[in-house]
């Protein structure tokens, strides 16, 4: 995998940020990545039960959780460098939703009965939820339940609640229950799991999240779906280059053809400039400066049209064998090709963008449309 110590030169990260970068890679390493990947591939959560509990027992689902409720109290830079290095891996594992939007979900919008209930069974490993921040236009608030329908879930069906966002933008933590009925989705991402949601007077407990909760929530989630492809396609290259340097052709190694050359380099430019504007990205976005939602924007967005050239780039220098199962490319390649449709596309980013930089008219409650995943 990709050398730590020159992937973190010039991001500054502190020593305990170090070590934990380290722990955790050592820890995703003890099992070859592809194989884990493939045996839940091919059987499902079940087969990665073990590997979750020790990353539970790492202390993972207790990072965002404040100390007062049993946490960690960390920072959303340690989480940006976890999610980093669950895509260098491929792996299976849960985070984005499960250990670090609805933790900090609850944090800041929930009530205090609500923190005494959900927090501290989340940082023990004892609650795992599914969550999804978009507004589901199938999904109505009538009383005290929900009715309709919740589409493209990640990190469900198996799960023992869910954060959801009804047609009017209001969120609800949904409890496992009879009344909410899981369909499971096969998609082009093997590495991990999504499912529709089906509500018939589910029970559910409404959060009150304001404006600037829902932007940092929203810029969050961007931020470690661009952590996620940033160590993806670190994986994707260092593949590519260690191929090129082993595989021979006209008797000597492919890596030394000037087209793989110029390649090769192009696209470690490109992923450099990337992997900076993450990084300020991310340290924005932990020091909760007034930037972080442009600039998370902005890395998701930059990210996702780097990913497809770096996939693209990686599959021409392995040749025909970048289209097999064995080479194990297409784990790394399809998990960046989910990432780009997840909170939001590039084109829809790029207009945020120059709304939020002045450029354009930000768009009206009427122009604007739920994105689909």
């Given at each position: ?52 509990a ?18 960690h ?81 990640p ?19 949904v ?47 961007r931020?470690l ?31 030394s ?8 380099a192009d ?42 050239a ?64």
């Amino acid at each position: 995998m990709i050398d730590l110590a020159a992937s973190q030169a010039g991001t500054g990260l502190s020593a305990d940020q170090r070590m934990l970068q380290e722990a955790l890679d050592r820890l995703l390493a003890t099992s070859p990545p592809l194989e884990t990947t493939r045996i839940f591939a091919r059987s499902g959560r079940g087969a990665v039960k073990a590997t979750e509990a020790t990353f539970a027992a790492f202390g993972a689902p207790a990072m965002l959780v404040p100390e007062a409720f049993g946490g960690h109290g960390l920072g959303l830079l340690e989480v940006a460098i976890v999610a980093r290095l669950l895509g260098q891996h491929a792996s299976p594992l849960r985070f984005m939703g499960c250990h670090a939007l609805a933790p900090w979900a609850i944090a800041l919008g929930g009530d205090p009965a609500q923190h005494h209930r959900w927090l501290p069974a989340i940082a023990a490993g004892g609650c795992r939820l599914a969550a999804s921040l978009r507004p589901h236009p199938g999904l109505s608030w009538r009383g005290r339940v929900l009715q309709g329908a919740a589409r493209n879930i990640p990190e469900a069906p198996d799960c023992d609640a869910a954060l959801l966002v009804d047609r009017d933008g209001k969120a609800f933590l949904v409890p496992a229950q009879p009344g909410l009925r899981w369909t499971a989705l096969e998609t082009v991402d093997a590495t991990r799991q999504f499912a529709d949601a089906q509500l018939e007077d589910a029970q559910a407990e409404p959060l009150v999240l304001d404006a600037q909760a829902w932007q940092q929530l929203t810029a969050l989630e961007r931020l470690l779906l661009a952590a996620d492809s940033l160590g993806a396609c670190e994986s994707l290259l260092d593949l590519a280059v260690a191929y090129a340097k082993e595989r021979r052709q006209f008797g000597r190694p492919i890596g030394s053809f000037q087209a793989i050359k110029h390649l090769c380099a192009d696209l470690v430019a490109a992923l450099e400039l990337a992997r900076s504007l993450f990084w300020r990205a991310a340290r924005s976005l932990d020091a909760g400066t007034g930037e972080a939602a442009l600039l998370c924007a902005q890395a998701k967005s930059q990210l996702d049209e780097v990913s497809r050239a770096v996939a693209r780039g990686a599959i021409e220098v392995h040749g025909a064998m970048g289209f097999t199962d064995a080479s194990g490319l297409h784990f790394w390649v399809n998990r960046t090709v989910v990432n780009r449709s997840l909170r939001d596309p590039p084109t829809q980013l790029r207009r945020e963008i120059a709304a939020l930089s002045g450029w354009l008219r930000p768009p009206q409650p009427s122009e604007s449309t739920p994105n689909e995943h």
